[in-house]
């Protein structure tokens, strides 16, 4: 008989596993959850505490029979699932159905190599009940959001749309920045440059910063104008020379955000495609004779930590690869940022033997690029510092004041292997030669120049500066930022044009419907505090059901509200100035089961009907990530991550 049962999440993950372990343990695989709330009701005792009413999950039983088969050959079962809230979950639920009669221990690794595994087998503990009961609490609260709220919407607008905790605060924020950039005014303003040539060569161009002591920008053509007769025919000089020495730090290795934001503008990958290369980076793949291995540390964390042995190998290879002088004295060190659970290490490649190079047949093209691009940001966090040669000129004529600024690469440091997409984004030195100037000396005016400009609405948003900006504002957690995206994208209540999210007609409809039933709790300040309350729950500082209780009792009463006074959709009808094809009277837009259309107003003598044109409905792409019939578990509001 075996000694134990090592239950993971995926089949890939099982078969790397089973290098390394001996015939005294068996490895099987769950295929993720198990158990689930129901499907067709609620699933949620609400006076009884929020008593959850977990089923098997049907696609599952397969799975919990031949796991229940195994379960008896051996002597105890280890939970070894994903080290994370979710993982320690899943293990929970699998010890509720196979754990009676032999002893469940749980055991997780960051990374699935011989060192890590063989630890954590050596130290089995508990399965953490406060980690279960924080994700416990976040997938009832998405299930008493989202059931009740997607009938709501069903009545009001029309079946099949979707409302949730995460996903509808996610809405908001991109209906809001479509609402800023539709009310957006312009305004106008001019940028001045002079090319200016000092006692020696190369010229040079200089941009206006003040007049007359204070920042200064020409608002028209008239300001340009006189500013163009004022120092055309001025003397110019040199009135400050600054230099400097400055320096730029490498990045830390990643986090999840910011792996997925790197992956999207770097990469041009989807980041749920980002997340699925990824994991299975970290559950295996098959190199030469080594076998099946895992490449890199778990890809859900929100720590820039590193173990002692990796910084000692990265090190080793820093001085071996690129020598002394790129090498720091001391190991850098990253802060996390407050209120980062920091449970595991920062993304790392596992074994620095295996640079990308050597792995090269070995993975597929994109998972390559996600390797390679893990590597050299993880490789390049260890190295010293860039250093720049930077000069700041001031030139004056007539009380203006121009400035030119001038950077010489002096030690590329750790930019010799890794540059962050969007590093230089504020940088406005202009590389290259600078000439030698000093304070006092004159210079030539060869041409001065005025561009007429237009402030320009803020952007909108990328996958990129959208999960930027639900990591900033504490909304859901750097593992659900990929269903988040996608289930936007699924409900049709945004399209993706030239890379940016636009909310359709259905979108702000929807937003514009919840915000005003529901404001305070699509609040981005309020989902922001329920994500630090399950914090605080998964770290024992707090009582689940009481947050539960807490909250459902706003959101009824916001519930019965809604229910008598949110708008009928459904039984409105908009007037337009187009005409039925078969009796000439007016057609009214109105919305049905399948989205808007237009209907004769002649109903019920006529009951022609026509498409509405939609210039914002979705297109669907066979090659896209989010179109593609992917296999996942989805919460209410996408919060659950993909089956393996």
């Not at 409302?163 to 001019?190: D, N, T």
């Not at 945004?494 to 359709?504: N, S």
């Amino acid at each position: 008989m075996a000694e134990a049962l090592v239950i993971v999440e995926s089949p890939a993950k099982a078969r790397t596993l089973k290098k390394f372990l001996g015939r005294k343990y068996r490895v099987e695989s769950s295929m993720g959850h198990v158990r689930d709330l129901p499907k067709s009701n609620l699933g949620v005792d609400i006076d009884d505490d929020f008593k959850p009413q977990y089923e098997v999950i049907e696609t599952r039983q397969k799975v919990v029979d031949k796991l229940t088969s195994e379960v008896e050959k051996v002597e105890r079962i280890l939970v070894a699932t994903d080290p994370d809230r979710e993982g320690e979950a899943i293990g929970w639920h699998l010890a509720e159905v196979l754990g009676k009669g032999k002893p469940v221990m749980r055991v997780a690794f960051n990374e699935i190599t011989k060192h890590a595994v063989e630890q954590a087998l050596g130290t089995p503990t508990v399965i953490d009940t406060k980690r279960v009961d924080a994700q416990q609490a976040r997938r009832i609260l998405d299930r008493l959001m989202g059931y009740r709220l997607s009938p709501l919407l069903w009545d009001k607008v029309r079946r099949g749309l979707s409302a949730g905790r995460v996903q509808s605060v996610a809405l908001r924020i991109v209906c809001e920045r479509e609402e800023a950039i539709e009310a957006f005014k312009p305004r106008e303003y001019w940028v001045v440059s002079a090319e200016l040539e000092g006692p020696q060569p190369p010229p040079f161009t200089a941009r206006l910063k003040k007049k007359d002591g204070a920042a200064f920008e020409p608002a028209n053509v008239d300001e340009w104008k006189a500013i163009e007769t004022a120092c055309k025919e001025a003397s110019w000089s040199v009135t400050s020379v600054e230099k400097k020495q400055r320096k730029r730090n490498p990045q830390p290795p990643f986090t999840t955000s910011k792996f997925q934001q790197e992956a999207s503008r770097r990469l041009r990958m989807p980041v749920r495609k980002a997340m699925q290369v990824a994991q299975a980076l970290y559950e295996g793949k098959s190199v030469g004779d080594r076998g099946q291995i895992g490449l890199i540390t778990y890809m859900r964390t929100d720590s820039t930590r590193i173990s002692d042995l990796a910084l000692t190998a990265v090190r080793e290879h820093v001085e071996k690869r690129h020598g002394k002088d790129f090498l720091p004295d001391k190991p850098n060190s990253f802060r996390t940022k407050k209120g980062a659970q920091d449970a595991h290490e920062a993304i790392r490649p596992t074994y620095m033997d295996l640079p990308p190079e050597k792995l090269a047949t070995y993975l597929k093209r994109d998972e390559l690029s996600v390797y390679t691009m893990i590597w050299r940001r993880f490789v390049a966090s260890q190295m010293k510092p860039a250093l720049f040669d930077e000069t700041i000129v001031e030139a004056t004529a007539e009380g203006h004041v121009f400035e030119a600024k001038g950077s010489v690469l002096a030690f590329p440091g750790f930019l010799k292997l890794y540059t962050d997409a969007n590093q230089d984004e504020d940088d406005d030195s202009e590389e290259g030669k600078f000439p030698v100037l000093e304070v006092g000396q004159d210079l030539k005016l060869h041409e001065l120049q005025g561009e007429q400009k237009w402030t320009q609405p803020p952007p909108r948003f990328t996958e990129a500066t959208l999960v930027k900006e639900l990591e900033e504002n504490g909304i859901g957690r750097p593992s659900t930022y990929a269903s988040i995206l996608s289930t936007l994208a699924q409900r049709e209540y945004t399209v993706i044009r030239e890379g940016k999210f636009h909310p359709t007609e259905l979108g702000k409809l929807v937003t514009e419907l919840l915000v005003t039933s529901f404001g305070d709790l699509l609040d981005v300040g309020y989902t922001a505090r329920l994500e630090a309350e399950l914090d605080e729950i998964a770290e024992g500082q707090r009582d689940w059901i009481q947050s539960l209780g807490k909250f459902n009792g706003k959101f009824v009463a916001d519930l019965e509200k809604a229910q008598v006074e949110m708008r009928n959709v459904k039984a409105e009808a908009i007037e337009t100035d187009e005409k039925c094809d078969e009796c000439s009277s007016m057609m009214l837009l109105r919305w049905g089961r399948f989205g808007r259309f237009l209907a004769c107003s002649n109903y019920p003598e006529c009951k022609h009907t026509r498409e509405q044109d939609d210039d914002d409905a979705p297109t669907f792409d066979e090659d896209c990530i989010y179109c593609s019939n992917l296999r996942y578990d989805a919460g209410e509001d996408g919060s659950r991550r993909e089956s393996s």
